[in-house]
């Protein structure tokens, strides 16, 4: 071990916590609580113990329940950069939050709760290396901003009638939020965990259900569970509600939980699971690691799906009756994911937030074996298909993924032909620091699961499905074999996985050595971009292939070179043919020698690539015997490939190849060759039964650009309408559409496609041509469900959304002065808007699934006011954005609102959207609303709109800055809203600050020496002369301020030791060295004389507490606006002493600007 790491590594481990929560109150939104953690040390001096606890009340820290242990509470992660006027750029702010993050990560020997351990105990010889040392903390939570979510429904009648219920939540390290704890995967432990509630309510929790006990006075229950299985704070969790329990009748060790009236569609969504036990059970050759497994439903969840050790807490959205159709797909990805998860991830856990990937990427590839086998290789490549399509995309975007950025990969192969720079392990691309998960992007981490589990595909290619699955079995086993040991944290080591330790059992496993895989694909972000032409040569009877990857040489973002080999699939007249070359060059080049003579008349049936014979028309070919080249066909690589080839060859790629990525890729090239034969193609796609349906749904959207783009030269009816008259229309009078029959799931979803890309369709006016209409409003009238076993609500839905599509902008807006009336729309608008209208107050009345057809109405809506048939009006959006909707339509609501401010918002419409990201009750909706923002900004980068001020910029600094302390997923959120709208500089809004003042310790007055016409008006105090004089002379000095680093400490901090602050003793050895801060404090002497009337007061709170303060750090900032409980002597800002701690807390404590780094 390093000298590095000895100085980070806890001198302690942890072997057993018990966790017990008494005052859980529902009216108060508070909980009363104890933990004790029983530690054993690894040395006989030690001097401190360093807890997570965030927005926690502590009120005593005991050791073996007889010496109380003085403490402290620092957490600069609740006012990143404090006091500091002028810099509102992302860069200082990243720094100072990642320095924040990692002051508290306990991989780093941190946390916001110092434990400084007395002489007392010592004395009685409590401390002593491998002495079992007990640490008991007392605390509570009063209205918990993060971390803990009661839903507590208006109404009347009891809590329990009402279905009031609580959960924990957030990211895999937000355990501190609601009970003191080492807040790390690589912490493992046994727990037993206890729960008092009230008698008519169930708490569900992590282990096996030991007793229930009933208090004396009966009106409350205790909830006693043990955790044997050792595992980390982050996969403990907890729920309490009115649960109604459903014991799952194939498996007696599952149960099933979901609030009051849900139980028969609880158990339509839950009746296949035993199946995807079976799955995993066998494949991996192993049982499922725990002896029970719980899974809960709850309103209001932070996300779909949350892991926890033997529970998972689902969102209810995602129940569903055994008549809904769309949500059934996703709904059992999901379970199916969660259970993968109980195996890798709750059972098996990776020690640093860097090997986050293993626990991520294995789960999604397990997930993926199963759709595999349930919903077929289709629905698998189509999977796995659009996951590189959604990395490709975010990584050209914003730069390449490192899957772990702990190590610099140590091979770094360069390439013949090119520039030797290596851009993608050189600087961090990404507007956040990457090296801590409570500073990452919540889209990064989402995109980087998805890279994690191809990066386990590609494992898997590498080594054989069969010995990837022994690799899984072996990391099981060893597991397995360790839990059974007690109380040794040395013997759990075996079920904390990372990076190195995971690559060395590969290597152990299989005999292959994956090192320079790692390297290359975890420890190396971005992916390979391929460019491919190709010419027949006749005379030889060759293809000469030309492989390009100029992107990566140009240093595009997010592309990397990539050295290795490549596979070609070359389907020619006799056959499909796979060739493997080995790429080196920036341009490579390849000559392939044709096994087939061109023919163009002789007739002879064509082998597919699974033996299939076809006949195929080839009167389209040239001289060439080549119907088709692909690259990479297997996904082995993270890439993304663009073939240049005629359009005749995606033509016969669409209609012959069998796989289904190709067919995808193929409807997508053929939207740029508008032409007859392509038109043929698609067509014969949409029509043939034996394609995949999400390959016919989108090439009926690939047709209807095509159509579009042959307007002019279109012959015969609409695109489309034959194909769905025939299909389904009755046989009598084909306008007239049959009755629903949803029983074959194929036709179900072209029958959903095709009304929404035939609405897309443009005469050679560009207007929608008046058949599809008519058309469309028949569906309407003739549409019924009676006699169908599935419920229409989605096609009603894709109906609605059809209308919207159709509605083309208004000609002119002339007449009537360009107000809107009833009487100016057209009759065409007036029936859509009719339809629209009657669906959606029909809502009201027979709501359907997931109030699909209400968000589908609002979007609607929100087209006919951009095209200009409907004045522009935010009122209904807002109502429906409320809190009380649904979410799926509060989601709707919102991004038609998001849309609106974007093209004819005021600032107040974008305020309404900023209060609802601050105050809103649900986590979820606040985070869907910064990313609808993101992805729809309110204006573009520089370009001085009306509602690009100074205002927007200072609330939302307040926001990352402060108040978003207590979700760091929000935060992040926040961050790449500001990036996304001022880029990582300062904002060009803010008034420029005065130039001498860059990187000068001020107070919260700002600089008194200089003005600046325009500016910003500073106050300056009397006596202004000579203060003036001494400033210039600070501001000459200042490069020597500057360069003191050997601490990392902020120029700015030295401001705070002049007004002789405490530092924590945890801090203190390294935090007040060089000359610099002795000058400073003679310096500031005179001006702080001045300063002393108005300042007196603040002054005298600052000296009279401790103040938290890392390098880096002075003070751990304010807690914005927490309840009138947490002032008081709790809690003063930033800081907590208690017992025997040498200073007592002072309520009054400074306003947030006074502090600073």
């Known amino acids: 071990m390093t000298k590095k790491e000895k100085e980070v590594s806890r001198h302690y481990r942890l072997v057993h916590q018990i966790v017990s929560l008494t005052g859980i109150n529902f009216q108060t939104k508070s909980i009363i609580g104890y933990v004790e953690l029983t530690l054993i040390p690894s040395r006989d001096n030690l001097r401190h113990i360093r807890l997570n606890a965030k927005q926690l009340r502590i009120y005593r820290v005991c050791l073996n329940e007889s010496v109380e242990a003085p403490f402290q509470y620092f957490d600069p992660t609740l006012e990143v950069t404090q006091g500091d006027i002028d810099k509102r750029d992302l860069d200082t702010f990243s720094e100072n939050h990642l320095t924040g993050c990692n002051l508290v990560d306990p991989d780093l020997n941190g946390g916001e709760l110092n434990i400084r351990i007395p002489s007392e105990a010592f004395q009685q010889g409590l401390i002593a290396e491998g002495k079992t040392l007990r640490v008991s903390v007392e605390f509570s939570i009063e209205d918990p901003q993060g971390g803990v979510h009661f839903v507590v429904p208006e109404g009347e009648g009891t809590l329990a009638e009402r279905s009031a219920h609580l959960f924990t939540y957030g990211h895999e390290n937000s355990a501190r939020l609601w009970f003191p704890c080492i807040d790390t995967t690589s912490e493992p432990c046994t727990w037993k965990l206890e729960f008092t509630v009230d008698e008519c309510m169930v708490a569900v929790s992590c282990g096996e259900l030991v007793e229930t006990v009933l208090t004396p006075d009966l009106k409350r229950k205790t909830f006693h569970y043990h955790v044997n299985t050792p595992t980390s704070a982050p996969n403990i969790a907890l729920a309490v509600g009115p649960f109604q329990i459903y014991v799952d009748p194939n498996m007696h060790e599952v149960t099933h939980f979901c609030l009051p009236h849900l139980l028969p569609v609880l158990k339509s969504t839950v009746r296949q699971l035993y199946e995807v036990f079976e799955y995993y059970e066998t494949i991996l050759a192993t049982q499922f690691p725990f002896t029970c497994y719980k899974q809960v439903f709850v309103d209001q969840l932070f996300q779909d799906v949350c892991h926890y050790s033997t529970l998972t807490i689902f969102n209810t959205d995602i129940l569903h009756p055994s008549a809904v159709i769309d949500q059934t797909y996703e709904t059992r990805k999901i379970m199916a994911l969660a259970l993968a998860a109980q195996f890798f991830g709750c059972f098996i856990s990776t020690e640093k937030w860097s090997d986050r990937w293993i626990k991520k990427g294995i789960p999604m590839y397990l997930m993926g074996l199963w759709v595999k086998k349930t919903f077929g290789n289709n629905e698998y490549r189509d999977l796995i298909h659009q996951h590189m399509y959604k990395i490709v995309n975010y990584e050209e975007k914003y730069g390449g993924i490192i899957l772990d950025s702990s190590q610099k990969p140590s091979a770094i192969i360069s390439m013949r032909g090119e520039a030797n720079r290596n851009p993608e392990i050189e600087h961090n691309p990404f507007c956040f620091p990457v090296d801590n998960l409570q500073t990452c992007s919540p889209e990064y981490l989402d995109v980087m699961e998805r890279k994690a589990h191809l990066v386990v595909r590609m494992l898997e290619h590498r080594l054989g499905q069969e010995q990837l699955l022994q690799v899984l079995n072996k990391l099981l086993s060893l597991a397995n074999n360790a839990r059974s040991i007690k109380a040794d944290p040395k013997a759990w080591s075996n079920m904390i996985w990372n990076t190195n330790t995971f690559t060395k059992s590969i290597f152990t496993v299989t005999g292959k050595d994956m090192l320079v895989f790692m390297d290359q694909w975890v420890r190396m972000g971005g992916h390979a971009k391929f460019h491919m032409t190709f010419v027949f040569n006749r005379k030889r009877n060759t293809v000469e292939l030309v492989i390009n990857q100029d992107a990566a040489n140009q240093n595009q973002r997010g592309v990397r070179k990539y050295v290795g080999p490549v596979k070609v699939a070359l389907q020619e ?520 009337k108005k300042h007196k007061h603040k002054k005298d709170e600052r000296t009279e507490r401790d103040l938290g303060r890392g390098p880096g750090y002075s003070g751990g900032g304010g807690f914005p606006d927490l309840p009138d409980g947490f002032s008081g002597d709790s809690m003063s800002r930033g800081v907590i002493s208690s017992g025997g701690s040498s200073s007592g807390s002072n309520p009054n404590s400074p306003g947030g600007g006074d502090m600073m780094f």
């Open 573 to 1092: 007249l006799d056959g499909q043919f796979p060739h493997t070359f080995q790429v080196e060059h920036v341009h490579s080049k390849h000559d392939i020698t044709c096994h087939s003579k061109s023919r163009r008349n002789k007739k002879k049936k064509i082998p597919l690539v699974n033996n299939e014979e076809v006949d195929m028309d080839l009167s389209a070919m040239d001289d060439s015997p080549v119907l088709w080249i692909r690259l990479d066909p297997d996904f082995t690589l993270i890439r993304s490939v663009d073939i240049e080839q005629p359009d005749f060859q995606w033509q016969y790629q669409l209609r012959h190849e069998r796989d289904v990525t190709a067919q995808t890729e193929a409807v997508y090239a053929l939207e740029r060759f508008p032409t007859a034969a392509t038109r043929a193609a698609l067509t014969h796609t949409i029509e043939n039964e034996q394609a995949y349906y999400k390959v016919r749904c989108k090439a009926t959207h690939c047709l209807t650009k095509v159509a579009n783009s042959m307007a002019a030269s279109w012959d015969g009816p609409p695109a489309m309408l034959v194909i769905f008259k025939r299909m389904f229309g009755s046989f009598a009078a084909n306008n007239i559409i049959k009755q629903n029959d949803f029983s074959n799931l194929q036709n179900y979803f072209l029958q959903c496609n095709i009304p929404v890309a035939m609405a897309g369709l443009r005469n050679a006016h560009g207007i929608c041509p008046p058949d599809v209409l008519n058309f469309l409003l028949d569906l309407f009238k003739y549409n019924d469900n009676s006699k169908n076993t599935f419920s229409d609500n989605y096609y009603r839905a894709n109906l609605v959304t059809a209308l919207g599509e159709t509605v083309t902008p208004v000609v002119s807006m002339l007449q009537n002065d360009g107000v809107i009336t009833s009487e100016s729309l057209t009759e065409d608008t007036k029936k859509v808007l009719e339809e629209i209208t009657r669906y959606l107050n029909l809502e009201k009345l027979l709501p359907c699934y997931r109030y699909t057809v209400t968000t589908a109405c609002l979007k609607a809506i929100r087209k006919l006011q951009k095209t200009g048939h409907l004045p522009p009006n935010p009122g209904l959006f807002k109502d429906y954005a409320r809190a009380g909707q649904f979410e799926d339509t509060r989601v709707a609501a919102l991004e038609c609102l998001v849309d609106y401010v974007k093209l004819e918002g005021k600032y107040d419409d974008l305020c309404f959207l900023l209060d609802l990201i601050e105050k809103d009750p649900v986590p979820f909706i606040r985070h869907k609303a910064v990313r609808l923002l993101i992805k729809t900004p309110p204006f573009e980068k520089g370009r001085h709109h009306r509602n690009d001020s100074y205002k927007l910029v200072e609330r939302l600094w307040g926001l990352i800055n402060s108040q978003f302390w207590y979700d760091s997923r929000l935060r992040c959120d926040i961050v790449d809203l500001y990036y996304t709208l001022y880029g990582k500089r300062r904002p060009p809004s803010l008034p420029m600050p005065e130039l001498a003042a860059l990187g000068r310790p001020q107070g919260s007055m700002g600089p008194p020496w200089k003005r600046e016409k325009g500016g910003q008006q500073f106050v300056i105090p009397r006596g202004e002369k000579r203060e003036r004089e001494e400033a210039m002379v600070n501001v000459k000095e200042e490069p020597r301020e500057v360069r003191v680093k050997q601490e990392q400490l902020d120029e700015r901090a030295n401001q705070f030791l002049a007004q002789g602050m405490d530092v924590p003793d945890f801090f203190a050895e390294d935090s007040n060295t060089g000359e610099g801060f002795e000058d400073h404090r003679r310096k500031k002497h005179k001006k702080e004389k001045k300063k002393k």
